[in-house]
């Protein structure tokens, strides 16, 4: 293969997007494969997600020992977690040892924005333009942009109203102490507000959380990690990972067959007491196997929980009001320390939008229907454009296809949420409908690297230069993930799974949620088969990803539906 480079608009083998744990994982496949590799990464140096995600209690809520990369036996024993989740200080320098230990960070040009992205095909090239104006071309564009990093286009009425202090929680640029002291509102309760509010009212003169939606806030329990139980893992850490490979989640499994009416009152009252003393993934939500698939089933395990929230808050009124309304599990958990208790501090107020809707802001305050909020700092909690927000921020544009935001006018369409049609050479690292967002998404990325990188090595070997997702590969994964996500409760609640948090955004469920490790198994049988779904050069071999499917699901004990029911379960969590 030769490249056609000028001195003007040098060509490399891979270009990518991104230098969080996808690019950077990327940059040492195509090293370890002897591609040259160009990384552009809009921060000024490695992290991702959590270069941005400073803001104070941020941090994991996988336990940290999952949540690091397998690939490497030497890199997982040398580094020791000091807590079972750890803080986004300590995962930010964990990225940076990678980044070191591999010498990846030559490989990235930072501070670099990309803004176009657009295909060549006379020269089966892709070409970025830079934020400089600069060009760079190269034969795969690989997208580690990640799912979570573009903040969601602030819709909250009347801020531009207000004179004080605003922050936002993924683009954080302040201290805690700079809060102290201050009358601050935090809007947005989910993971993010969750996870900041207990510290910001313990400085605060007065916090004010405006909550929409009421969520499930399991309690983290985060403690330290005994180095006893870090010997112990370290010295399984292979089986352990292999187990986690082929998990439902991406991590540890602990199956659940029974259903929750197939045990008396008291039992499931007992088990949803170990449950949420365990908490995690692994905890309420997937105690049963029908949780996530009936809603009176659900409804056992979401009432368990509400009675915990009258437990914790002492005022009755405010616990009715935080009490969440929606299925258990059926989109993102949280997971926080004292955030039930936070509510019971004489300095920590709630407003509930759904019954007082926030109006406008004057320049010292938050006004809602019924109520007026005097505040000097507003801390905006209020999520992500998740997935196709970073993806159309490149401009990924071919002349067939036009630009991939047109292209999914009508809704996400990929194939394997790796690749889509009528963009050759172009992939996306655990991008849509992969189980990202369903899963230990460090897992997911290895694997969704693995299988790029051994889908490109396998084509430059044949001296195939061009690889597409045919619309039959990306139809039946589309079928795929929309018939398992419609067996689940998730199907009915909006969140930024569905993308119904940003206007006017086409609903489609963003993730595969069959589990990790279903998933994987599809993917090895399709690289076994030769890539159905994948033109090849223009040459498909014929789609059958459904058949795929099937038969990987009847290749277990279960039958597909029960198993992706076992599968889904535990992918749930609580
Ligand atoms: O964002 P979210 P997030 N007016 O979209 C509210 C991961 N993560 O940043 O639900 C008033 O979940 C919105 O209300 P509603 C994790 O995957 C992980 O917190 O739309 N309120 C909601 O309450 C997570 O799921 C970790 O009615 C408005 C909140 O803001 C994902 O990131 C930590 C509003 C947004 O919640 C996103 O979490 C942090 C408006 N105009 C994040 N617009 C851990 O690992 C939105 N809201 C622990």
Redesign the pocket.
Same mark, same amino acid.
């Given at each position: 293969m030769t490249d056609t480079a000028t001195p003007r608009t040098p060509v490399v083998d891979v270009l990518c997007v991104g230098a969080g744990f996808s690019g950077l994982y990327a940059a040492y496949k195509a090293r370890e494969h002897g591609w040259t590799f160009a990384g552009f990464e809009k921060a000024p140096d490695v992290g991702g =997600?959590w270069f941005w995600?400073t803001y104070p209690g941020?941090?994991?809520?996988?336990e940290s020992i999952y949540y690091s990369y397998s690939f490497d036996e030497e890199l997982q024993k040398e580094w020791t977690w000091s807590e079972r989740?750890a803080p986004q200080a300590e995962i930010l320098s964990y990225i940076n040892h990678v980044a070191d230990r591999f010498d990846l960070r030559r490989h990235f040009q930072f501070d670099t924005k990309v803004t176009e992205a657009n295909w060549l095909p006379d020269e089966h090239l892709w070409e970025l333009t830079l934020d400089s104006g600069a060009k760079r071309r190269g034969r795969y564009l690989l997208a580690g942009s990640g799912?979570?990093s573009t903040p969601?286009d602030?819709?909250?009425?009347g801020l531009q109203n207000f004179s004080g202090l605003v922050v936002s =929680?993924?683009r954080w640029n302040i201290s805690l102490d700079d809060l102290a002291g201050k009358r601050v509102a935090v809007?947005?309760?989910?993971?993010?507000?969750?996870?900041c509010i207990p510290l910001i009212a313990k400085v605060a003169e007065h916090l004010t959380v405006?909550?929409?939606?009421p969520?499930y806030v399991f309690p983290?329990r985060n403690a330290p990690m005994a180095p006893e139980v870090v010997d112990e893992i370290k010295s399984k850490y292979p089986d352990i990972r292999q187990e986690c490979r082929y998990s439902p989640g991406g991590i540890p499994d602990r199956p659940v067959t029974d259903k929750a009416f197939d045990v008396s009152d008291e039992e499931r009252q007992r088990r949803y007491e170990a449950a949420y003393e365990r908490s995690g993934f692994l905890g309420v939500g997937a105690e049963f196997a029908d949780l996530l698939f009936d809603l009176e089933a659900n409804k056992t395990a979401a009432d368990f929980f509400r009675g915990k929230i009258h437990e914790i808050v002492r005022d009755q009124k405010t616990a009715t009001l935080l009490e969440p309304q929606f299925p258990l599990g059926a989109?993102?958990s949280?997971?926080g320390t004292d955030y039930y208790e936070t509510f019971n501090r004489p300095n920590v107020s709630l407003v509930s939008?759904?019954d007082d809707p926030?109006t406008t802001m004057t320049a010292g305050s938050i006004v809602t229907e019924h109520s007026e909020h005097e505040v000097d700092a507003i801390v905006?909690?209020?999520?992500?454009d998740?997935f196709t927000g970073p993806l159309f921020g490149l401009n990924v544009t071919t002349p067939d296809s036009g630009r991939l935001q047109d292209a999914w006018s009508d809704g996400v369409r990929t194939y394997l949420g790796m690749m889509t049609a009528g963009f050759p050479n172009f992939f996306m690292i655990a991008g849509p409908q992969s189980p990202a967002?369903a899963s230990n998404v460090v897992m997911t990325i290895e694997q969704s690297v693995d299988w790029i990188t051994d889908l490109i090595a396998i084509a430059r070997a044949k001296g195939i230069e061009v690889v597409e997702a045919t619309v039959e590969g990306q139809n039946d994964w589309v079928n795929i993930t929309e018939l398992t996500v419609n067996q689940t409760l998730y199907a009915t609640t909006?969140?930024?799974?569905r993308g119904?948090?940003v206007a006017g955004k086409p609903s489609t469920f963003m993730g595969y949620v069959g589990g990790v490790g279903h998933y994987r198994r599809i993917c090895e049988e399709i690289a076994r088969r030769g890539y159905p779904g994948v033109a090849l050069d223009g040459r498909s071999v014929a789609a059958g990803i459904g058949r795929i499917d099937e038969e990987v699901a009847e290749a277990t004990p279960a039958t597909a539906s029960e198993e992706v029911h076992a599968e889904v379960a535990t992918v749930v969590g609580g």
């Open positions: =997600t995600n941020a941090r994991c809520d996988v989740f799912g979570l969601k602030v819709d909250v009425p =929680t993924s809007i947005g309760t989910g993971s993010s507000g969750v996870q405006f909550q929409r939606t969520n983290a989109k993102r949280c997971f939008l759904r926030l905006l909690a209020i999520g992500f998740a967002l909006d969140s930024w799974y119904s948090n």
